[in-house]
């Protein structure tokens, strides 16, 4: 007869089916969670910088304190990067008179010629961001360091670093999570630039106690970070 | 036509003793099937192509103004301060109430044995989902960023962020989701058995392929009929309690907010009963011409529509009460603002929507009393048609009216729809008529296997109960 | 908040470091961002912070950190500077502080160490950053020949005044004209003294729209001599206004209204009592406990009468009883007052009205002994020989009669604002060498020969005077823009200094007034300050001579007369392409984007014209058309119209034919005659069958009578008034208004640890001046909509001033006003029904708004019973993407998110300036000041009516104000718990002439014991 009746094998087929569709679903749903994550596609950015500035060496063998360079952490948002000037402390050129300053560092490197050029020109280096949030979110770094946030907190080993990379998700969840449990990631003002400070004793009690010393109790409100 | 011509009756009159037929004319179950058949398969009228052009042509328009919407902003409509809501959200309201009669008559009178339902419960539910999904676009394409509309949803989210619950428009959206889904089920459920007979009827191998596909294999054993009207009988229970949750809950982002005119605890069951009233309207107005064209008056009897004109009268005069009581209230409450909110409907600047309304929606049903008008078509059709306006202006006078007067004075406007507007709610009655002549023209639009099963059995007195 | 930097003189001086900073901080030409600003700050303010949110995170675009090469001391990025600096109206000095924010000026607020302004500011200085980066400013020299316009530079002009000059020095410039807009600029006055050497034939006139000239006059009829009256209101128990807006449009308003607020607090000592006898409704008439419309040409009648009044009192006679006319018993009552206060009352009369009356008034106030006491008289350092208008004209004769070679015009706009009987346009085209140093091309550079870009206030240094004489200095704050040169570089250059610096000049200028010991530290002190300390002008005791006898003039007859003012929002033009002054509700006929014909109801009535009607307004044979507003409370018999309107080379904005821009209203100086600058009588007015809608804020239609009742029902209980006399005995009669049973929350409600945020706004001071919602626009980067969005009652002010007409008078109302802003209630509706939580409360009680996460729903709007939300409806921060109007994007606030379209937007208290405080206290372990922190709004208030700050600390000013028995919540039957109350305003009104108490009152009285328990307050 000609009408259209599901032949008896689609029976056996359809159970297969049906798990086919019950994985697959599951499938794209874990891919898309895990692609549309921060940690997906913002950890682990490491962009090319003007010139190859190893915060190993400055700030890890050299030992320098993070805020020689970053120097306005402490009492403004942003933690400011460094002036051409600062550079040139160490790595000024040969000046008009092709006199080199006696203490000058790697005064003839090509590696820092964007430097001197910067100079010379009145033009501005060009640094790529690293840690960049949506504009919308108003982060204040005198905030954290003040309070005995670490930089290794958001940054991670920067000191071991040969080029900056990010390594946290810097997503509003995980900081969330920090404003609501901050014990972990709190020590004592003084070492926040110190990154490899290992608490003595249980980290968390540390935090425990420099909250209780600071009077920190981190806010969720919405326009702690928003407005 | 295919049904044998015998003496006419008048299936508007009760004999005492006698069960008035259902079915009018000679018809046998072979007459049934294929006076309902016929028009999946007869020829296509140039007429239905005429209707169908236009329609799809509207409802392009719509989806046209809709990407004109979301490039621009929603500054196109006429909403403004304080009148943030104005249009989208009256159509809204207005189609989801009109999608309340499908599954009241399918679930409830199903329910309650009302063999009449049989008639046109199908016609009914379709037209219930398409009104669902004509309500469904303006929801969606209101807010200001749809773009971000998924943030309505709780999904879980790198910002930790959930909707926030309180609200009752969160509420609304698992409402009519819910509602929407469980008709879509309910109304192909039902259709199976009837799309296995075009299937068996069908000659083109499309047609064949395509209904065999949706009539899942079925074979009309009685173990099959038994599933069928087990699975039938629990969805009828499911769906009978979202007719009353749906509209409630629309109701909710009313009554919920402190807007004097919208904070009213009668609105629920208000809101129910209209819906109610404009759904079996609606229906009314597209099975008139529809029984009269496709020619099944004898499946679609006058005493089916009469039936519906006195649920009619039943809801419109709730309505009714409903407009007294709230004036009550309202002065009763000794509320200033709320007081106002009233008295300004009535007599302020939108006066002439709420008389509109109330002549549309109170007086007019009230002509069903007499009989000569409930039982002629034409007349129906006509007081249908403006019960339909009335509902739509009983929005638009919740929304606008309440809206453009509250608290301060300093604030009030006067809201002017734009052309934007208009055109989008003409643009969603053709999104609505193109999917229903869809529907008429391959779809069974009269449950075949539900109406034999109220008619008297080949060769002996009907005795079913 | 007052944080201030010393910017150090080797930084301002042209150092290498210096420039190159500013030239890369500062775009020079429009078209590139600045690189100072790191890339995300400067994608904040095009207006692409929302736009990112759904990428948010996302990693796709590179974005560049621009440091500099030498940062200068102490210059932090991204932490928000304060320099002191001035702007000049009408040759008086308003001292501002102005945030810079990375070296940008984005915030004007009022210089708290000026004695005139004390912190507050005018709503023309708030706009100044506006106009500062206003894209349509001219951009560079410009010479036009032959009608074709060459863009020329400096260089070349330069060599073109040579040879001009040069021939001017042969005849000693009697060829040579200067036509000046007024300064009080020390240094403007040097070079005078060496052009005048230098061309000893050479005229220089001064010109202004705004003259005081019948004031000079009036003085010198009076005394001899020309002085400058300056009023102490904190002194005066009783101030009579005649047709004078005193505390607004005078030049010493904000002083004025901050005294005069000073002594309206009824728990604080005896409160002042104010008249005014006005034409059209001012500001000063709308806070004056009794207000006597008069036609302006009637003052001089009204005074005449008083004047008699007050005679026979001090004569001892018994005045004869008062008519029942309502104007007699207000005469009567306010000669009693002013007989029974000698010496601690004033009367002041309006610079529009003549000099005999002026006289008369200085006469008036002597013999009661005002003066010296609340009236002090100093030297009047703008005194000019010639009365602005008589200036022009001799200028235009001068040019028609061809003895004008060249003709230099510093700033101001005389083609189009010249009256419409001198006829200075086609004057100018006859004058072979013009010159025109002016911020924007407007109508006078159009028909000059060249055009230069002149420095906007904030490029440049400068000194001038404020009204008190108090000496203000100006440094500039950003490099110029446009390439432009300040006044007194282009007056040095026609000197023959080829390459002025201002700073020299300017610190010659003022050395003198500086302590010559220490000349380089005082004036390094001077900069830091803006203002000198005690440099006021000293005062001077003339005597009142003689003067001819009033005779009691006849009120005259019914005819109609034109009263022309200067516009609160555009002043006299200059201020047409601000869109945010633009958009500024008038504060009585709530009118944006136009100027109409304001008449009275009764006046309407007989004429048979109706709100919108457009008329036409003929005078002596020149007419020009506008639509009617019917202002209740305007005087009868008098149409007042706004000057500064009908700009036809503004801008984008105001209106620029060439560019086929209509022109924002009409332009009504073509009816002004030399005559009648400021009224004229013998007015007549045809109707047109015309309608025009006008913009207005309130009121978006007529209201039917349903509603009109309606309104006058509530209003009593939105706007809570009364009577000093009802105040003493029952002072918390405010909290007696409105009853309703016992109040419970649905939710469970909040409770709060640490601050709790607080609002006060006391309407006993508050004269809706509209400086708070201007600075609101200024500071939260608030949208400009135009006009057909006003017309859809779009406009997004966060904070807007209501206007309700109280009493059954329709030709002599009240007005209640109430600056209507976010509340931020504990148990906010809004926060109930948004469905994605983007408004949400803070554990310090502020209702936070977070845009990014906003979808636009517009529920929190509807359930918001104030309707102080507002929707954007389209993306209104399209201008700041446009390529070349990008330089308007600097004037934004990075601290404050730009909103993208489709998202709801309102005040929160200024959030952003509470956290910088609370960032700043607790990295340094303190707590928080009471007025440490101040938001936008209050920082502008001349009235002190907004208190702000920490509820849980009694001790605070908000604190006290919210215990105060006048402090009442708005709708707080609602339940809703607002954070921001209201102090009733109290009115104090002569006892013959007081209404019977008002309802609140009876209600006091008849739930006193009953209801407390009760209302909602006891709750």
């Known amino acids: ?227 | 036509m295919a049904s044998v011509t015998a003496e006419p009756i008048d299936t508007t009159i009760e004999v005492p003793g006698k069960r008035t037929p259902l079915v009018t004319g000679a018809h046998d179950y072979g007459t049934v099937t294929d006076a309902v058949c016929r028009l999946a398969e007869c020829k296509t009228p140039t007429a239905w192509y005429v209707a169908l052009g236009i329609s799809a042509s509207l409802m392009g328009m719509l989806f046209g103004l809709i990407g004109y919407l979301i490039i621009t902003g929603v500054g196109v409509w006429g909403n403004r301060s304080p009148v943030f809501w104005g249009w989208p959200i009256v159509n809204f309201v207005f189609w989801v109430g009109i999608g309340h009669a499908g599954t009241l008559i399918s679930a409830i009178l199903f329910l309650f044995r009302q063999d009449w339902r049989t008639g046109i419960n199908r016609a009914a539910e379709a037209m219930t989902i398409f009104a669902v999904i004509c309500a469904g676009v303006f929801p969606g394409i209101h807010i200001g960023r749809v773009w971000l509309a998924y943030w309505l949803f709780p999904i879980p989210n790198q910002m930790a962020m959930w909707p926030n619950f309180r609200s009752p428009l969160l509420w609304d959206v698992f409402a009519v989701s819910t509602y929407a889904t469980v008709s879509l089920l309910f109304w192909y459920m039902g259709m199976i058995p009837d799309l296995a007979t075009l299937r068996d009827r069908a000659t083109g191998k499309i047609q064949q392929f395509a209904y065999g596909l949706f009539s899942l294999g079925w074979n009309g054993s009685s173990r099959h009929w038994h599933r069928y009207e087990r699975a039938y009988l629990l969805l009828a229970a499911l769906a009978a309690p979202l007719v009353l949750s749906v509209h409630t809950i629309v109701s909710f982002d009313f009554a919920v907010s402190q807007l004097p005119g919208w904070h009213t605890t009668i609105f629920p069951p208000y809101f129910v009963a209209g819906a109610v009233f404009s759904g079996f309207a609606m229906v009314l107005t597209l099975m008139i011409p529809a029984r009269k064209i496709c020619g099944i008056e004898d499946l679609l009897t006058d005493r089916h529509l009469e039936n519906m004109t006195k649920v009619i009268i039943a809801t419109g005069t709730m309505v009714g009460y409903a407009y007294a009581m709230e004036f009550f209230i309202a002065w009763y409450g000794g509320n200033r603002y709320e007081t106002f909110a009233f008295i300004n409907r009535a007599f302020g600047p939108y006066a002439w929507a709420y008389w509109i309304m109330v002549s549309c929606n109170v007086i007019s049903p009230q002509l069903f009393w007499i009989k000569k008008i409930r039982t002629t078509p034409w007349m129906i059709f006509v007081v249908c048609v403006f019960v339909n306006i009335g509902m739509w202006f009983e929005r638009f006078v919740i929304t606008v009216t309440s809206l453009s007067r509250d608290f301060l004075p300093s604030s009030w406007g006067y809201f002017r729809p734009t052309i934007i507007d208009v055109l989008m709610l003409i643009g969603s009655f053709g999104l609505f008529m193109t999917l229903f002549l869809l529907f008429c023209k391959f779809l069974p639009m009269v449950a075949m296997a539900e109406v034999k099963s109220v008619m008297p059995r080949p060769g002996g007195q009907s005795d079913h109960h | 908040m007052d944080k201030k930097y010393w910017r150090s003189l080797n930084e301002l001086h042209s150092t290498p470091g210096f420039e190159e900073i500013l030239h890369r901080e500062f775009p020079v030409a429009a078209s590139e961002y600045p690189e100072g600003v790191s890339r995300r700050r400067w994608m904040q303010l095009m207006g692409a912070s929302v736009a990112l949110a759904g990428v948010s995170g996302c990693r796709w675009e590179d974005e560049k950190i621009s440091p500099s090469v030498s940062r200068p001391e102490g210059r932090i990025p991204g932490v928000p500077q304060k320099y002191a600096t001035f702007m000049e109206l009408g040759g008086l000095a308003e001292s501002l502080l102005v945030t810079c924010y990375d070296g940008r000026p984005i915030k004007v607020e009022g210089n708290p160490d000026s004695p005139q302004n004390q912190g507050s500011s005018t709503v023309f200085a708030q706009s100044e950053t506006l106009s500062l980066y206003d894209p349509d400013r001219a951009v560079g020299v410009v010479e036009r020949k032959e009608g074709t316009r060459y863009a020329r530079d400096w260089q070349a002009f330069l060599d073109y005044a040579d040879t001009v000059l040069g021939q001017a020095r042969q005849d000693g410039g009697a060829k040579l004209r200067v036509l000046a807009d007024v300064s009080s600029s020390a240094t403007r006055r040097n070079l005078q003294e060496k052009f005048a050497a230098l061309y000893p034939q050479a005229r220089w006139y001064d010109y202004t729209a705004n003259s005081r000239d019948n004031i000079y006059a009036g003085s010198k009829l009076a005394f001899g001599e020309v002085v400058r009256p300056h009023f102490d209101l904190s002194k005066a128990n009783i101030v009579v206004c005649l047709d004078e807006d005193l505390l607004s449009e005078h030049s010493a308003g904000m002083l004025h209204t901050r005294e005069w607020a000073a002594r309206r607090d009824p728990a604080a000592g005896e409160m002042n009592r104010m008249y005014a006898v006005e034409s059209r409704f001012t500001t000063t008439g709308l806070a004056a406990d009794h207000r006597l419309p008069s036609r302006s040409v009637d003052i001089g009648f009204y005074l005449a009468r008083l004047e008699a009044q007050v005679q026979a009192r001090l004569a001892g006679k018994t005045p004869e009883p008062a008519g029942d006319e309502y104007a007699d018993k207000v005469l009567a009552a306010m000669a009693e007052d002013l007989v029974a206060n000698q010496g601690a009352a004033l009367i002041a009369i309006g610079a529009n009205q003549p000099a005999e009356l002026q006289a008369r008034v200085h006469k008036l106030n002597e013999q009661l002994g005002n003066v010296g006491k609340t009236i002090r008289y100093s030297k009047e350092p703008l005194a000019t020989d010639l009365a602005a208008a008589e200036a022009l004209r001799k200028l235009t004769d001068e040019i028609q009669a061809g003895s004008v070679e060249t003709l230099v015009i510093l700033g101001g706009n005389p083609a189009y604002n010249a009256p419409g009987d001198i006829d200075l346009v086609s004057a100018l085209s006859k004058v072979p060498h013009s010159i025109h140093l002016g911020e924007y091309e407007d109508e006078t550079s159009l028909l000059c020969k060249w055009h230069l870009p002149k420095t906007h206030p904030f490029e440049q240094w400068g000194d001038a005077r404020s009204y008190d004489g108090t000496l203000c200095v100006a440094q500039p704050l950003i490099e110029p823009l446009h390439d432009g040169k300040s006044e007194v570089e282009l007056l040095a250059i026609l000197c023959g200094d080829k390459h002025p610096v201002a700073l020299d000049l300017v610190k010659e200028a003022v050395k003198g007034s500086l302590d010559s010991m220490t000349v380089n530290a005082s004036w390094r002190r001077l900069v830091h300050d803006g203002v000198l300390k005690g440099s006021a002008l000293e005062a001077v005791s003339p005597k009142v001579k003689s003067l001819p006898a009033a005779k009691l003039t006849e009120a005259a007859g019914e005819e109609l007369e034109l009263v022309f003012y200067i516009s609160p929002q555009v002043y006299d033009g200059r201020f047409a392409n601000s869109g945010w002054l633009q958009e500024t509700p008038d504060n009585l006929t709530k009118i944006t984007w136009d100027n109409a014909a304001i008449i009275a109801p009764a006046t309407a009535k007989k004429l048979g014209v109706e709100f919108g009607s457009v008329v036409k307004l003929i005078l002596d044979g020149k007419s020009i058309e506008l639509p009617v507003y019917v202002l209740p409370g305007q005087a009868p018999n008098s149409i007042s119209v706004a000057l500064g309107y009908g700009r036809t080379a503004a801008g984008l904005v105001g209106g620029d034919v060439a560019r086929d821009v209509k022109p924002v209203g009409e332009n009504i100086a073509a009816l002004q005659s030399k005559a009648a600058m400021n009224f004229a009588a013998g007015l007549k007015l045809e109707k047109t069958g015309k309608e025009y809608e006008l913009a207005i804020t309130q009121d978006h239609h007529s209201i039917d009578a349903v509603g009109a009742g309606e309104i006058h029902g509530r209003v009593g209980q939105l706007v809570r008034e009364a009577n000093l006399s009802e105040y003493k005995s029952h002072p918390d009669f405010a909290k007696h208004v409105t009853h309703h049973p016992p109040l419970e929350s649905l939710w469970e409600e909040l409770s709060y640890e640490g601050q709790a945020w607080g609002m006060s706004i006391d309407l006993t001071k508050c004269i809706g001046c509209n400086a708070c919602s201007v600075a609101c626009q200024a500071e939260n980067n608030v949208p400009v909509v135009g006009r057909e969005q006003v017309l859809k009652s779009r406009e997004m002010h966060w904070l807007r001033v209501d206007r309700y007409f109280t009493g059954d008078d329709v030709d002599n109302p009240g007005v209640s006003i109430q600056p209507m802003l976010c509340q931020q209630c504990e148990l906010a509706p809004c926060e109930q029904v948004c469905p994605v939580a983007a408004t949400v409360h803070t554990d310090e009680g502020l209702n936070d708004m977070v845009y990014n996460r906003c979808v636009g729903t517009r529920y929190c709007a509807n359930n918001c019973p104030y309707k102080v939300r507002r929707f954007n409806y389209f993306n209104f921060n399209k201008v700041y993407e446009d390529p070349n109007r990008k330089l308007q994007a600097l004037v934004l606030n990075p601290e404050v998110t730009v909103r993208h379209r489709g998202v709801m937007e309102k005040c929160t208290y200024c959030v952003q300036r509470i956290k910088a405080v609370q960032i700043d206290a607790k990295n340094d372990q303190r707590p928080i000041k009471d007025g440490e922190i101040v938001t936008a709004c209050q920082q502008a208030c001349s009235a002190k009516a907004i208190e702000f700050g920490d509820l849980k600390n009694e001790k605070s000013l908000v604190a006290q104000a919210h215990a105060s028995p006048r402090s009442y919540a708005v709708l707080s039957e609602l339940n809703i718990k607002p954070r921001t109350a209201y102090l009733a305003r109290i009115l104090n009104p002569h006892p013959s002439l007081a209404k019977p108490d008002s309802e609140g009152h009876g209600h006091g009285e008849a739930h006193a014991e009953a209801d407390h328990p009760k209302t909602a307050e006891k709750h």
Request: aromatic residues 6%.
């Open chain 1, 1 to 227: 007869m000609d009408r259209f009746l599901f032949p008896k094998w689609a029976n056996s087929i359809i159970s297969v089916l049906g798990a086919l569709g019950g994985v697959g679903a599951l499938y794209v749903l874990g891919m898309v969670a895990f692609g549309a994550s921060p940690e997906t596609t913002d950890v682990g950015y490491q962009p090319e910088q003007p010139l190859p500035f190893s915060h190993a060496l400055h700030a890890g063998k050299l030992k320098l304190d993070c805020r020689y360079c970053h120097n306005t952490v402490e009492v403004a948002g942003h933690a400011a990067i460094p002036p051409t000037a600062t550079c040139l402390n160490c790595h000024s050129g040969a000046d008009a008179n092709g006199v080199v300053n006696t203490v000058s560092v790697h005064s003839t490197s090509t590696k820092l010629a964007p430097i001197r050029e910067s100079q010379a020109t009145g033009k501005s280096m060009q640094w790529r961001r690293v840690h960049d949030l949506p504009d919308y979110v108003y982060f204040n770094h005198s905030a954290h360091v003040r309070r005995g946030v670490s930089c290794v907190a958001c940054h991670g080993r920067v000191d071991k670093m040969e080029t900056v990379t990010q390594v946290k998700p810097l997503s509003m969840g995980w900081c969330l999570e920090c404003h609501r449990h901050p014990e972990p990631n709190l020590r004592p003002p003084e070492f926040v630039t110190k990154l490899d400070w290992v608490a003595d004793g249980d980290p968390h009690e540390v935090g425990e106690k420099v909250r209780k010393e600071l009077n920190l109790n981190p806010s969720t409100n919405c326009s702690t970070c928003h407005r």
